[in-house]
């Protein structure tokens, strides 16, 4: 697929608690794609991601968690040990998705897609740490990123869900 019609809708996922569900399910809504950790220094993002999620979640967006073991063993756990600490520490609605690795040889064809440019059209991203943030328009296009330590709840991101 080229960048011209590649979308995320073009992709079926796993979630935590192991359903198939295509990303076409969430055409028409702005959503955030996270990698997430739970032993990370960025952890605390998980409260920021859910509260964007509660505030704008009725208006049309959605953040979808990605948990990834890629960055200094951070991520662990069993997709279900990650669904109960998420549950437990932060209270995440938010959907989270099975353990994906979003970068190197196995990085997953989702994070191929958001990563580079040939496939998205829009910016060369690769993932640099865990809580990387991507954002994706009411079409399922890339039209932006976050680096990791950058707020979810950051002017930019404010900006983008209120237009």
């Not at 964007?52 to 960055?71: E, H």
């Not at 991520?75 to 109960?84: D, F, V």
Request: charged share 20%.
């Amino acid at each position: 697929m080229d960048a011209q019609t590649n979308t995320i809708y073009n992709y079926t996922m796993t979630t935590i608690d192991e359903k198939e569900v295509s990303l076409a399910d969430y055409k028409g809504k702005k959503i955030m794609i996270v990698n997430v950790a739970s032993e990370c220094g960025l952890t605390p993002q998980y409260a920021q991601l859910e509260e964007l999620y509660k505030t704008f979640g009725p208006n049309g967006f959605v953040v979808l968690g990605f948990p990834a073991n890629n960055f200094g063993g951070q991520e662990p756990g069993t997709n279900q040990e990650i669904q109960g600490f998420c549950t437990k520490n932060y209270g995440v609605t938010f959907p989270m998705f099975a353990k994906i690795s979003v970068k190197g040889d196995d990085i997953h064809p989702l994070y191929q897609f958001l990563t580079q440019i040939r496939l998205n059209g829009v910016v060369e991203a690769p993932v640099t740490w865990n809580f990387q943030k991507f954002l994706i328009d009411e079409n399922g296009k890339l039209i932006d990123f976050l680096p990791p330590t950058e707020n979810p709840a950051c002017d930019r991101v404010i900006d983008w869900l209120q237009n």
